[in-house]
């Protein structure tokens, strides 16, 4: 009796699968790996890893390992064509199948597709038994399995022998509730996580290091908690404190649900604290910052109003100086305008009181020549005449002592700064005075 062994594999993330385009027509599936029978060593498809990587979340793996020349790869074109072709009336040949007892597909196949609108699955096809060598065939088998994560057997004579299309699309049905490919602990795989955990598993059958098959997947779940913190921690850096610490139960929560690591969970608790410490230091460093350059700005304000104030009070003291000193220039030529009218007063006293005293003189010499009726007469007027003029040269010391006291009295107002209306008061008395003693001299 032959049978038809059915794994079915989901990760979230990356399998074993050929074609990264989900349900592209036209495409087929392509190899997992290849072995060389010179070094006894396999390949992988590079390329196949690379479209793994990119595979959205969830992923499904269901590989078909089985006998040779059993409907393997018809089987799954036509579960493919169930999820996608309903709308192509030929079913596309994605695995290669043909019409001899030749085998057609060695070792493993791949092709990713689509069973709904959410995730991916990749189909496997695998076939090892007529490769030779009973170890490589193990190994195979070691590789489907470590990246599967369901299996199922079914008896192809009773598939063949009932309504084989009805059979299959309950299968792909059925299939389509395969399990999603996870961790040890649980945490969906993602595309990144599955190709690497492919590579391991090739470097190990490669290096026959067997007791590295236990710590295959704890390093892959160590890396999906790394993943997994760059993801959910590192863009609370852009967050306030008061942000994260309101979102930190939401926030470890959802990488609970990727990383299952009792010790990522608490690395990442353990970071999100640190997160919350470092951004509070830093919001009340830039707070400090901010108040010290708000003192700043104000203390320069504050200064150039003063500057301000200042340079006002400087353009009105100069302003002052300048009236004060075109007051005192106005003042000291008036001044000497006063200086040169007194001098010139003082002058034509002086010569008026020489010319009285000459007048005088002379008139005493001239009675011999007055007639004798009349010396009595001349006499009462000589007399009276030097008695005017006696007081009058006392007035004229007395008008020329009060003009040298006023003179004296302009030149210390000038000394002293006095204002333009001291000076001004002054000059008038002494005009006055001027004044007074031309017409005392002119009577």
Not at 157 to 166: A, I, P, R, V
Not at 218 to 246: G, M, V, Y
Not at 400 to 407: A, F, R, T, W
Request: net charge negative.
């Amino acid at each position: 009796m032959k049978k038809l062994l059915l794994v079915g594999l989901s990760f979230y993330g990356v399998l074993f699968a050929i074609c990264i385009f989900p349900v592209a027509h036209g495409k087929s599936a392509q190899p997992v790996f290849k072995f060389d029978a010179t070094t006894g060593k396999i390949e992988l498809n590079r390329n196949f890893l690379t479209d793994i990587a990119k595979l959205p979340l969830p992923i499904r793996v269901i590989a078909m390992n089985g006998d040779s020349r059993v409907g393997k790869s018809t089987t799954l074109n036509v579960i493919n064509h169930v999820w996608n072709g309903a709308n192509r009336v030929h079913v596309e040949e994605i695995f290669s199948t043909g019409d001899s007892l030749a085998t057609v597909a060695r070792g493993v196949w791949a092709y990713i597709t689509k069973a709904d609108k959410e995730g991916s699955v990749v189909l496997l096809d695998v076939e090892a038994p007529d490769l030779g060598a009973d170890l490589l065939v193990a190994h195979i088998h070691m590789f489907t399995a470590m990246i599967s994560s369901g299996l199922n057997i079914l008896d192809f004579e009773k598939l063949s022998g009932s309504d084989y299309l009805k059979a299959v699309e309950t299968l792909a049905t059925e299939l389509k509730e395969s399990p999603i490919k996870r961790t040890l602990e649980g945490s969906p795989v993602d595309g990144v996580a599955l190709a690497e955990l492919i590579e391991r598993i090739a470097e190990t059958i490669n290096t026959e290091s067997w007791l590295d098959f236990a710590n295959n997947y704890h390093t892959i779940e160590s890396n999906i908690c790394k993943r997994s913190e760059a993801k959910f921690i590192a863009p609370l850096f852009k967050l306030k404190s008061e942000q994260i610490e309101s979102e930190e139960k939401n926030i470890l929560d959802a990488f609970a649900k990727e990383c299952r690591l009792e010790n990522g969970l608490t690395s990442a608790r353990e970071k999100l604290q640190q997160i919350i410490q470092a951004k509070k230091s830093r919001e009340e460093i830039e707070m400090i910052i901010a108040e010290y350059k708000s003192r700043i700005v104000e203390e320069v304000e504050k200064r150039a109003e003063s500057e301000e104030e200042f340079q006002k009070i400087i353009t009105d003291r100069d302003k002052v100086i300048a009236k004060e000193t075109k007051a005192h220039n106005e003042a000291e030529q008036k001044a000497q305008n006063l200086m040169e009218k007194l001098n010139t007063c003082e002058s034509r006293l002086k010569a008026d009181i020489e010319k009285g005293w000459m007048h005088a003189a002379v008139r005493s010499a001239i009675p011999a020549d007055i007639p004798g009726g009349a010396e009595f007469l001349y006499n009462r007027r000589e007399k009276r005449k030097e008695a005017d003029e006696t007081n009058c040269n006392k007035m004229f010391g007395d008008e020329i002592k009060k003009l040298q006291e006023n003179q004296k009295r302009i030149i210390d107002a000038l000394e002293s700064k006095y204002s333009v209306r001291e000076l001004s008061e002054a000059l008038i008395k002494v005009l006055s005075l001027c004044s007074e003693v031309m017409d005392l001299h002119f009577r």
